[in-house]
């Protein structure tokens, strides 16, 4: 058995090491095997100085107190004690153990220190906290004075709700009664009030896991659902944003620390069990109004599926389709043409579409997809009934939602014996709802036209005959919709085209007629461009309708719509006339084999050449696209899907082409719009903002482009395209984006490095492709700014400036004017450098003279200044340059008369020989 006095000894001598694991472990061993009181006081107190130094104030805390039970007036555990407590703000706890610390050693300078700044602390806040009080009382009584006036009382709203955001500040509401008097506020029921204190609640909830359960309690889950399903907007989402920010500080997601809170142990599961019910709930509660189900909705996509895909637990998900699936379904058939109707908002059937979409990708395995897509047919083929046409509605409506979300499932289900008969029966009947609801399902049944074999041996004919037979405006637009879907299947592919010479043209021509006539209701509209979206992947189509300003103006005008169902459709359109999609590359070798064995070759139709491509380009600016782009990437993030923002992202690549145009998008607040398109969504879709991002950065002014603090959020997405998984031309742009940005601001440069470009910058100063090097080499000739990089150039074991001296010595003007004015300022910066340069290439001197006697003055200037820093960085370099011949080039130049396009050269050469002469090297000529 080992000896517990060695063991501490042991730990001391880690101590002493600063191993504090170690020693924390032979306390911990000495303390389980000693029974000596006074032994166990002193590992007490030593392993509370472990923690102290470990920054384990809690534990430090624990420890010290232990120490002092067994010995009252162990000072060393006394001080430490009130070190920790000092670290968790417990100033007065903390004060009264120095004060017996000071009353033990009266003479201790240490001790009357602590005490005299602990005494104004604790002054200061307890100044601060009466303060704080009076403030909050008095915010209270202005704001339940119904006689204060209005601008008094949105003042004392806005500070309480600034206050709330301050960690002592919510403190303070806390314990003054904050929680009634907040809830007082809500009963008022006037929105301006209502909202006030939900903003303050969720202040108060922020980062706080204890807080956020408390008020949780207090409040009621029941109560702030009722809040939320108020029929107010901006209330809902108030609310919502309020249950966020309790989900985040439950389950951890908030990463702020308050203190000692760590100490605390909530097991906060059931109370996001029960908010996930609540939510559900209220997806079929008819008391809940539209915005308060939209919002319900919302939280159930951002806090449901996981948020990583590696990680395995999906228990929230399958939670959610045992619980819930069927309630989601019945949202989705909502017809909002029939009484009885849940309320909705234009948006809130596709929202669903998009949770129920969410839901299915996060399954793991067959069984659990096989599970949802088992309740999904269980729920529709139960709604059918012979003897109630509503309830079939229903039905096919809940087909049209799932074909909208996870269409593998809807798919399956249209397939089911009775579900597409059905369709066709209701688009023989009399009743417009009937029509309009199977038309809309046969629509969105021909989303895939590899897996909607039904529709297209059946669809063509039964769409004809509903378009040529109704006279109801709202049906022949979505059977035109229909029509346009599978005459289009052919893509782009000019010799696949699905009907006669010029009908699409026909077809397209009705669209924008119905796009521009304001008669017709929004959700009419809506499906006008839906139909443009599949006709202008013909050429001839997307010409026109970029040739006619009143249509594109219509459909700008339908993305500022509060229904933004509409946005895929019109972000598909614009890719088409941009001609932004995917396109493959076909090898001529290959045209030749197919033709030969008489298989099909993809033919490019004559307007779809780069000329035409970049009039229709030119078309969109002058028509307004950037305005209506950027208004589309400030929908709610629940119908701005991902890939709806790849869609933005791959138009804003195209719009940014021409360089001329940039001034534009900038104007119109397309930089700013980039930003969160560029971070958030798919890897193309980042990808494709990333470039149009680096393709503005490059040629603008980055202050302008993106203004005050967005400008250091645009360095992430430009350092993403310096991976080698990024073509030439992507790595290209972004090198310029950023050397346009690291020559701005030491702020920027430091971000830059924060990022880990730097080494990838390195990597592409050693590439083959000259352009690539030479934009790598002038953004490291701005980054050498950075002390950080000169730190790397001094370091030993590489070949950084070897590199750099090499540069100076290619063909390439432009590589040698980066590579040259990186050198001059590395070896302004740092002296060491001046020495270092003549070690790491026998043809230093050689490549030094080069540059001073090159054709182009500002590499002669920047030559000259690098000799400049030698001279003066060391007197034996000194000696060693004007030896050489550099000492004749200087003499030369120096001598020349003065002249403006050269004179920053000749200064620069008088001045080494200036400094030449002062070491006494040579002698002035008389």
């Known amino acids: 058995m080992e000896d517990p006095i060695q063991l501490k000894d042991e730990g001391n001598t880690y101590f002493q090491a600063n191993d504090y694991e170690n020693a924390i472990q032979s306390y911990t061993n000495a303390l389980k095997l000693s029974k000596d009181k006074k032994l166990l006081g ?13 920054e384990n104030y809690a534990q430090a805390a624990s420890d010290a107190s232990r120490a002092i039970d067994i010995d009252a007036s162990d000072i060393k555990a006394l001080y430490r004690r009130c070190q920790a407590l000092e670290k968790v703000g417990k100033l007065d706890q903390a004060f009264k153990d120095v004060q017996r610390c000071a009353t033990i050693e009266p003479k201790n300078q240490t001790f009357l220190e602590t005490l005299r700044r602990l005494g104004s602390e604790i002054q200061e806040k307890l100044k601060v906290q009466f303060s704080t009080d009076s403030r909050v009382k008095q915010m209270f009584e202005i704001l339940l004075d119904e006689e204060t006036d209005k601008e008094k009382r949105e003042k004392a709203a806005n500070n309480l709700i600034v206050l709330a955001r301050e960690d002592a500040g919510a403190e303070r509401i806390f314990q003054n009664n904050g929680i009634n008097l907040l809830m007082e506020l809500i009963k008022t029921k006037n929105p301006e009030m209502i909202l006030a204190a939900i903003r303050t609640f969720s202040g108060m909830c922020t980062g706080h896991k204890a807080r956020a359960t408390a008020i949780l309690h207090l409040i009621g889950i029941e109560k702030i ?26 389950s951890g997601e908030d990463k702020k620390e308050h203190g000692n809170e760590e100490a605390l142990v909530l097991d906060t599961t059931k109370d996001l ?32 599926p996981r948020t990583d895909v590696r990680s395995p637990d999906n228990s929230k998900t399958l939670f959610t389709i045992d619980h819930g699936l069927k309630k989601i379904l019945k949202v989705a058939g909502q017809l909002v043409d029939l009484p009885d109707h849940l309320p909705m908002t234009e948006n809130t059937q596709l929202i669903a579409s998009i949770l ?8 793991r395995c067959d069984p659990e997809r096989d599970n949802f897509r088992v309740t999904c047919e269980e729920y529709v083929t139960g709604k059918f009934d012979p003897n109630n046409m509503e309830k079939n509605l229903h039905a096919i409506q809940t087909v049209s939602g799932l074909l909208q979300g996870p269409f593998d499932v809807g798919n399956k289900i ?40 039904f529709i297209i041996t059946n669809g063509v004919s039964l769409l004809k005959d509903i378009y040529k037979k109704t006279k109801n405006e709202k049906i022949k637009i979505r059977a035109l919709v229909g029509l346009c879907k599978l005459g289009s299947a052919g893509g782009d592919d000019y010799a696949l085209r699905q009907f006669a010479e010029g009908s699409t043209e026909k077809l397209a021509k009705q669209c924008r007629k119905w796009l521009c006539n304001p008669n017709i209701d929004v959700r009419t509209r809506k499906w006008a461009v839906e139909g443009l979206a599949y006709l202008t992947m013909d050429a001839d189509v997307k010409d026109d309708f970029v040739e006619d300003e009143p249509a594109l103006q219509a459909m700008f005008e339908l993305t500022k719509s509060t229904d933004k169902t509409i946005l895929y459709a019109v972000a598909s359109t614009l890719v088409n006339c941009t001609n932004s999609y995917d396109k493959k590359e076909i090898m001529p070798e290959l045209v030749q084999l197919a033709k030969f064995s008489k298989q099909h070759v993809p033919e490019q139709h004559p307007k779809d050449k780069k000329d035409f491509i970049e009039k229709r380009v030119k078309r969109l600016l002058k028509a307004g696209v950037i305005s209506a782009l950027t208004c589309m990437v400030k929908a709610d993030s629940a119908i701005l899907t991902d890939p709806t923002k790849e869609l933005l992202a791959r138009v804003f690549l195209a719009l940014s082409e021409d360089p001329k145009d940039r001034g534009i998008i900038v104007a119109q607040g397309g930089g700013k719009a980039l930003i969160p398109l560029a971070l958030e969504g798919t890897e193309l879709g980042k990808t494709r903002a990333s470039h149009a991002l680096a393709k503005i950065a490059a040629t603008s002014n980055p202050e302008i482009a993106f203004p005050g603090e967005r400008i250091y959020e645009v360095i992430r997405p430009l350092v993403s395209l310096l991976s080698t998984d990024k073509d030439g031309l992507q790595n290209f742009d972004s090198l310029l984006a950023l050397t346009n940005l690291s020559g701005m601001t030491e702020k920027l440069r430091l971000k830059i490095l924060k990022e880990k470009a730097l080494p990838e910058i390195e990597n592409y100063m050693f590439e083959d492709h000259e352009q690539i090097r030479q934009a790598a080499t002038e953004c490291m000739c701005n980054l050498v700014l950075c002390k950080d990089v000169q730190e790397n150039y001094m370091a030993d074991g590489n070949d950084k400036l070897k590199l750099l001296v090499l540069l100076c010595a ?22 060491k450098l001046c020495t270092k340069l003549t070690t790491v290439t026998t043809q230093w001197l050689e490549i030094l003279q080069r540059l001073c006697l090159h054709d182009r003055p500002e590499i002669q200037h920047r030559g000259f200044v690098i000799v400049y820093n030698m001279i003066t960085a060391d007197k034996d370099l000194a000696k060693t340059l004007i030896e050489s011949e550099m000492l004749e080039i200087l003499s030369v130049i120096g001598k020349q008369p003065d002249n403006p396009k050269r004179q920053p050269m000749i200064d620069a050469a008088r001045s080494c020989l200036v400094a030449a002469m002062d070491y006494g090297l040579i002698k002035p000529f008389s």
Request: charged share 20%; aromatic share 2%; hydrophobic share 50%.
């Open 356 to 363: 129920l979409n969410k839901l299915y990708d996060d399954l």
């Open 273 to 304: 069990k029960a908010i996930l019910l609540a939510l559900l709930e209220m997806l079929i509660s008819q008391k809940v109004s539209s915005h308060g189900r939209d919002q319900a909705l919302n939280l159930l996509s951002k806090n449901v």
């Open 42 to 54: 002193i590992l007490y107190r030593n392993r509370a100085a472990c923690y102290l130094k470990k």
């Open 810 to 831: 290619e063909d390439d003007v432009k590589l040698q004017i980066a590579a040259a004015g990186a050198l001059a300022m590395l070896t302004a910066a740092q002296k």
């Open 414 to 453: 249209a397939g089911l014996t009775g579900v597409m008969e059905m369709m066709v029966a209701l688009c023989g009947s009399d009743r417009e709802i009937d029509q309009l609801v199977a038309v809309e399902a046969l629509i969105h049944a021909s989303t895939k036209m590899s897996k909607a074999t």
């Open 225 to 250: 659902c009722s809040i939320m399903a108020i029929d107010h907007e901006e209330i809902a989402l108030a609310t919502c944003n309020l249950f966020q920010t309790i989900c985040d500080s439950l």
